[in-house]
Structures are given as C-alpha cells and as structure tokens.
C-alpha cells in the first residue's frame, strides 16, 4: 500500500530542517548536576517548552545543544525542578535541592488549576508525556489503567472504535458518560483528539471538584490541556512516525465440515427426525469452508505527527498535524483520521489573549456483519458465480431445495464485501478566549467555544442472492444515506480574584455566567430500485422509500461561584454553588441549585509533624457535594401527534383522517440528583519517593429519569418517563507511585486499584428487564432493587440427567437423559419461572493498573498492565454454538452428552430443545476476569554527543511498541472487554453480553522520534 502523504511529510519536514538549521545559533553546552552527596545519574535535562534534551551519565555530567535564548529545565524525582537560562554560559554546574513537598505540583481543575497540595476535591492527573509514551489510535483508551476510579471499557476492536468512560460506577441508567473540557470547551467525548497533542488529562471524580460544572457533572469531568507554544523564543519541531501490523488475538473454535455434519445428524437422531442429508456421507468431503478464516486478515495502521512550537514573552504558537490510516483485522473494516490543532497566546500587559482550535476528519468503512459470521455453514461454499452476486448460496431462488435442510442463512462476509458504506465525519473544536486583569488579583475573562460536527452515514446495497427468504435476498438496489449536523456554543463570563492576606490568608473567589445554545438536525432518504448496481445516484431510483428527519435545540443558562481559602497552607475549604436552567423541563422547574463544600487538612505543615520520619508529607479531607443531570430528550415533554390516524364514524364507519396523540408524556419530570461523599488521604513517604492517595466515597442517585409502561390501549405508542429510580455506588480508592534511582539503571513503578459496589436501591414498579442475545427475544439481564445494573438473572444448572427415570423422578416431564438439570430454587418440585435466581453481575468489583518504567543508559522501557474481577460476561456463542437450530456449531458440540460421553458438561445435541435446555442459565456465564499487559515499548535515543554533528537534530528516538501482548483470562470470546452490547449499542442493560464483538487486535508498531 503506498502512502503518498508520507512523502509529502517528509518534504515538508525537511524544509522546515533547512530553514531551522539556517537560523539557529547552535552551541554545545556542557555540565555537571548534583546534590549535596554528590553527582546525580539520570536527572533529565530539557529545553523548555520542547521535548528535546538529555539526561546526566554515570559521572553526573552532560552534553546538548542549546541557543542562547533557551531555558534548561532540570528534573528528577525527589528533588524540586529548576530553570536555568543559558545565555552565554558554556558549562553549567547545577545543585538540585530535595523536593519534600511532593504534592506542590500543579493539577489543572475546573475553571484554573490548583497546588496539590490545596487540593480539597478527589483529582487526578495524568500528564500527557505519559499518555503519550504509547502510539494509540484513540486518545481515550491512553487512561486506560492509569488513574483509580475510572473505568475505561473498549468498544471493541474496529478501527476507529471509541470507549466508553465510568468515573466511580455508572449513577443512572441511560447515559453515564462524563464531561470532556478540552482547552474549555465543553464536549462529549475525546475520542477524535490526537494523544500526542495532550498536555495533561485531569478526572474530577467527586462533587466538590466537578460541582463548578453543575448538570453537566453528574458523571464526572475530563479535563483536558492541549500542548501550548514555550515563551522561550526559537522554532520547535517534533515529528513521530510510526508504522505497524495487526491480527486477532485469538478466534473462536468453531465446528468443521465433518464436525458440523456429526453434530447435526446425532441432533436429527436425538430428536426422532429425519437426516438432512441422510447420512454423514452425503456431506461433500470437498468443501469445508473456514468463513472465520476467510474474515480475519493481518491488518496495518500507520500514523504520521508533526508539531511546531515555538514564541516570545508576548506571543506563543503550537501547530499540529496528524494522520492515522489503519486497516482493521476484519476484512471490509478500516479507518483513517487527520487532525490540526493550532492554539495561540498573546499577552500585552495586563491583556492575555488566547485561542485553541482543532480540526477533524475522519471516515469509517465498517463491517457490521462480522458478529454473524458462524451464518455460513463449513459445508457450504463461499463462492458461487451462477447467483447474483457471485457468492454461494444455502438454497435455490425458489426456496424448494435447500443446502442440508438449512434455507434461511445468509452469507454476511458476502454481505460486507457487495455493500459499499462510509461514514465521514467532521468536526472542529475551537475556544477564544479574552482576559483583563483589572486590578491586581482581579481577573475577567470572556470566552467564547464552539463544538461543531457533521456526519454523513453512506450504504449503498446492490442486489444479491443468497437464500430464498426476505432477509437472504436483495432484489433490488437500496441507497441509504443520512446527513446528521450538531452545534453547540457556549458564551462564558468570569470574574477571578487571586490574593494572599498577611502572609497567611490565601482566598480565591471565582464567579461565572455561562449560556450554552445547542442544535442538531438529521436528514436522510432511502432509495431503491436503481436501473443498475453501478449507478447510485438517488434521482435515478424508481422508489423514494422515505426520507426520514430529526431536528432539535436546547438550550442551558448558569451562574456559579467557588470559594477557594486556605490558612498557613494548613486548613483548606472549598464552597461552590452553581444554578442550572434547562430548557429541556417545564418552565417552573427547569431551575436547579446544586451546592457543595469541602476541607482539607495539611497535617504536614504542622509544627508537631515530623517531616524526616517514615511520613513525610501528610494531607486529609473530607468533601460532600450535589450534582444534578438533565438526563433526558429534548421534547421529551411535549406530545407527538400523528397528523394521519384514521377514525371510522357514523353509522358506516366511514374512515376519517384527523390527529392522534402517539406519545404518553409527563411534563413534570425533573433533574436527577446526584450526591457524593468522599474522604480522602495523600502522602509522601521514604524520602518523598512513595506517593500515596486513598479515598472511600459514597455517591447515591436519586429522581433517576426511567421510562414506565402505559397500557397500549391509550393510544400511546411509546413509554413516558418520570423521576423513578435511584443507585448506590460506593468504594475504595488507592493509588500510589514510587521511583527509585540506584546508578545507572532507574525505574518507577505506578498501581492503583479500585473496589466498587453498585447497587439499585430504588424502583418505580416491576425490575427492569434486558439483554437480550438472541434473535427468539432471550433476555438475559434484570435491574433490580438490591442487585447491581443489568444484573444476569436466571436458572442454575445442578447437572445433566443420566437417565430418563433421573429427570421422572424431579417430576420433569419435558427431559430426558442428557438434558440439563436446573435447581428448584424455591423446593416446590418443579422448575417455573419462579426458580430464577441472580447469577452474577457484568460491573467488575476489583479493577487495577501497573505501570512501570525503566532506564538504563539510553535505553528505556515502559510497561503498562490493567485488569478487572468480580464480574461476569454472557457468552452468546454458548447458546449460538450449542443450541442455536441455525448456522455453525462450536466445535466443543461433538462432545456434548451421549451414553458413551456421560460425564459432559454439555447437554445432548438437539434441534428439538423439549426440555429447554437453551433458556437462560448460568451455562451462558463465564468469568470475566483478566490480567493484560496492554502496552510495551522499548525505545533507544541517541546520545546527545552523536547528535552534536547534525547542526539541528536535537533527539532521534527509535522504539518498538507492542499492544495487548498477552491476556490472561479464563474466558473463551474474542476479548474479555466486551463491557457492552457487541454489537454498538450503549444499553446499559446490556453490559457483559458479548455477541461475537470485533476481535481486539495485538498490534506490532516500530516508530521514530525525531525533534529539532
């Protein structure tokens, strides 16, 4: 595959290296770095506001090329950073003082950002240096296993696939995702941003750090800082490229051809019906199609990432761009992406002013059929020229033969290979923001965002025949194409004051007006019938199906304010009250006030503290807090009418068109609720190498907004929702990081885990029932009072019958031997629904993260490990492969229960199911536990003294990048992520059913750095 942009790339990037070359005035500096025992190995050694630089050797001593201009910044863990000008200066010699206040760094917080160690509220923080160690294609998926409390879940393994994001368990039962603030704009998610351009990454996890945030808070806050340009003077550029291969990392077992035609004939046996064909024989030995084999393919992706940077006092610039193009592990699957970002200051006195605008395009060739791939029988060919198409079919045009009995499957790879679709989406992102400080300490700021996106969702099906029903033929050509147009602007004032009183009062007060306008509009239509497959102009088909269209706007007006005071650096409180308007609820309550309230105790700056012990730096607090959420549609409370229902009247029933009310509303719902309590510890410890955070938090949900069933009979065609339900989630918190610097070789290590409990603790009427798995409407999941979210509910099975007389004498009539055993949970001798019981819940309990990084020399490498516990996943190819009267077997089938085979665990082969062996049970249940390293990297950068020569080359890094090396894991699917519907939906209660999801791919990359 060529690859044209790279060359362009490459053009570009070394005209600007001649340009670079020709203006810098390079000189070679030299020094030494130490403490007060002695040199120091391994302190890093960069130019300010670029990622070039060196690190001191054994000797403590070092080498770099620097200008006049540049500022070195010296770091290294325990000891407190510092800045030293050039200038002039040939040798430097740097003494690095202990740092014992390691929770004096600066974390980014809503609306400005905050010492750690005047933290009152739950924060935390990864930098982008971090989360940019690893070439991921989705910025989102860079938190996974770094930060506790927050749970990131893949949407699978398709290119350009997102995450979903829970901060302390899902508190709702529709929507859970957070609020994503990227450079202050409010938005919805992060996955479109480029990992390399992120500065840092801050999640409020409690009331009193989001609270400032009102409604839009109640699952949590994302905030994002982009990379700006340094002050410093002087042009920066950085370039990443990185290239890779890609492939499932396992696949299904699934039956072949002999195996298919043992397990389909015992079945026809067991049940007492005819052979279809007649005996294993009439199975063609010839074919023995793989479909999974034919579906998986080694997949590539390549991701190109240029950056400059550079300013003065008064102005500073970053521009960037990126490309990623990757071809999925399925075939018909791929995606590419391409972003710009440019952010901008410029300070004139007391005037700042101040831009960040990102740009993005991306389009996605999905293949949508993969999850029914089993549909092709290994004893059916792939292809078939003499069908439409050209793919094999399981049945004639007529429907009167079939291919061994099996007439209504259809060829879904075949499928995804004759359908053309794309979606393409684009998007920008931008914020301009003006600030005047008006007397010292007194700041206003006006700011203005805009978040904009479109959406065009192309499929274009020719005609095609695979089997003889509705949903195996394509007669006619089908053109669907929707066009969906979201905007979204927010016009921000704040006023901010900023002063220290006597040497021991430090008070910041924040106060804001905010208006927030939101629109949306989708057009689509639907075409058929095209005077041919080649032609796909909608004007040319002969039947305009519909059009179908969506328009929307809200609207959310609020004022806040926040007290930030702390005494002696010792005794810290934090207030905030916010007021939401939503136009989205009736006029008389569209108005909610949600206050919180926090204190902090830095019991480290006491004079009975002792800083040189075991402790040496110790902060408590305790905050309490509400956060609504308008957690529902617009216009969900008003009627809809259908302007065409037909009356019959008079005495002959004469049909008359007029309106009809279609939608139950209730125009008195409200916000839901949410309140968090959280206590917390920070400290330092062993010299302020171990950090260490703790926190238990309690978070309740109340007036939760669920749909309640209405009688048909009212006319009303769909449900009206009302503030019903409530959740409980509560847990513990631990994170810690710890480095240690021995010689040469240095090393970090980082864990967190999280303990959760989520609880439903309140509902309107009957529990909510969902994930359903099968197309016969199976359910699988129950939300009960006292149970978690969509927790799996059904029958246990004890066994399998041995006997006939075994399964008579539990007065089990409809079973026989090899059929399963189910517990008569409540002893009444039967199995009825009423034996149904909880078996488990798809929310993991236990959830963790490893990183650990290492330095020897110029080498490095970084680890980074996640897993969960204590949930469980639905496996629908248990059912599908087991019971399912359609479409391939799982190879396991052959060893299902027979007189010869009594000790199985799987029941007799069946297409019959008398005994109902397929309903749900705990069968279907696997562990949902994993351990995965998730990313390795080893990297080599040159020494600074080879790249001396180059007269501009300032760092050259070369590294190899794995992804998702190993899992281990006792379940049986293509990944143990599959923490929602498979098959794309957001349905909460259909967490932990994995229906064949995309395969999560192990990704080989090997990647250059280069800086300038």
Known sequence: MKHPYLSGLFLTLFTLLGGAGLSAQSQTITGTVEDADGPLIGVSILKKGSSSGTVTDLDGTFTLQAEPEDILVFSYIGYATQEVPVGDQLNLSVTMDIDANQLDEVVV?????????????????????????????????????????????????????????????????????????????????????????IESVSVLKDASASAIYGSRAANGVVIVTTKKGSPNGGLTIEADLSAGVQSSINRIDWANASEYALIRNRANDNDGTNRSPANDID???????????????????????????????????????????????????????????????????????????????????????????????????????????????????????????????????????????????????????????????????????????????????????????????????????????????????????????AGRHRINLLAGYTRQVSSGRTLGIIARDFPSNSIRVASTAQNLASAPSFEFKSALLSSFGRVNYSYADRYLLTATLRRDASSLFREDLRAGVFPSVAIGWNVGNESFFNSDGLINDLKLRLSYGEIGSNNTQAYEIDPVLNLFSEYPLGSGQVRQTGYSVTRGVNDAIKWETTTTTDLGVEASLLDSRLSVTMDYFIKNTNDILVRLSVPRFTGFDNDPTFNAASIRNKGFEFGANYGKFTGEFNWSLGANFTILNNEVTDLPSDPIVGGQFTSNGLRSTLTDVGQPIGSFYGYEVEGIYQSDAEAAEDGRTDARAGDFKFRDINGDGMVTDDDQTYLGSPIPTFEYGLNANFFYRSFDATLLFNGVAGNKILNANIYRGYFDTEGNYLADAVNAWTPENPSSSVPRNTLVDQAFNRRTSDFYLEDGAYFRLRNLQIGYTLPQSLLAGTGALSKVRAYVNVQNLFTITDYTGYYPEAGRNSRGGTNIFNAGVDESAYPMPRTFMFGLQLGF
Do not use: C, W
């Open 283 to 501: 199975f063609d030995p010839n074919t023995d199609t793989d479909i999974q084999d034919l579906s998986l393919r080694t997949g590539a992706i390549y991701n190109t990432g240029l950056r400059l940077s550079g300013g003065s006092e008064m102005f500073t610039f970053s521009v960037s761009g990126n490309y990623l193009d990757e071809t999925g592990v399925v075939r018909e699957s791929s995606y590419n992406k391409a972003n710009v970002r440019v952010n901008s200051t410029f300070t004139k006195g007391r005037f700042r002013l101040e831009e960040s605008i990102g740009l993005t395009r991306t389009e996605n060739n999905p293949n949508n059929y993969f999850n029914s791939e089993r549909d092709i029988l290994p004893t059916a060919a792939f292809r078939n020229p003499d069908f439409d198409g050209g793919y094999a079919a399981t049945s004639d045009p007529t429907g009167s033969t079939a291919i061994h009995g099996v007439g209504n499957m259809r060829n879904s790879l075949a499928q995804a290979i004759l359908e053309d679709r794309t979606i393409t989406s684009n998007g920008i992102l931008g914020n301009v923001a003006a600030s005047f400080e008006v007397i010292d300490g007194l700041t206003y700021k006006l700011s203005v965002s805009l978040d904009q996106g479109n959406t065009n969702n192309y499929r274009f099906t020719p005609t095609f025949f695979f089997n003889a029903t509705s949903v195996g033929r394509q007669n006619f050509a089908e053109l669907n194409e929707t066009n969906s147009n979201f905007t979204s602007t927010i016009i921000e004032n704040t006023l901010n004051y900023d002063r220290e009183l």
């Open 109 to 197: 917080v809503g609306y400005g950002s905050q010492k750690k160690s005047d933290l009152t509220g739950a924060v935390s923080q990864v930098s982008g240096t971090e989360l940019g160690k690893f070439p991921v294609a989705n910025a989102t998926e860079s938190l996974q296993g770094r930060m506790a409390g927050v749970r990131i879940e893949s949407a699978g393994g398709a290119p350009g696939a997102g995450a979903f994001v829970t901060i302390r368990g899902s508190g709702t039962l529709s929507n859970a995702q957070p609020l994503y603030v990227i450079d202050g704009i409010l938005t919805g998610s992060m996955d479109n941003l480029n990992p390399a351009d």
